[in-house]
């Protein structure tokens, strides 16, 4: 799987945001996103990439709904980064007790 990367304005020119839900599911008039910056920290719940030989970091715990009109294509990140943040999401969900 390649997570779609998103701008959410309306004249940016780089991505903003990180698509983490499944594209089957794109009748659902929202998707899952989470926040693509360069300005903030790394956390256990926090993933850093490399976009254009710059680092980011995906924050996995601030995911959110967006709209998807609000959203515009802005490509996709490789198989394995996008392993790594569904890793680092899923560990939001672990539940083993």
Request: aromatic share 2%.
């Amino acid at each position: 799987m390649r997570l779609p990367l998103y701008c959410s304005t309306a004249k940016g020119s780089k991505p903003n945001l990180v698509g983490l839900q499944h594209p089957a599911l794109s009748s659902l008039p929202t998707q899952l996103v989470c926040p693509l910056r360069s300005d903030i920290s790394l956390t256990p719940l926090r993933e850093k990439i490399l976009i254009a030989d710059k680092e980011h970091v995906v924050a996995c715990d601030l995911i959110r709904p967006i709209h998807r009109k609000a959203l515009r294509p802005m490509g996709h990140l490789d198989p394995e980064t996008s392993a790594r943040i569904l890793a680092t999401y899923l560990l939001i969900l672990d539940q083993d007790d």
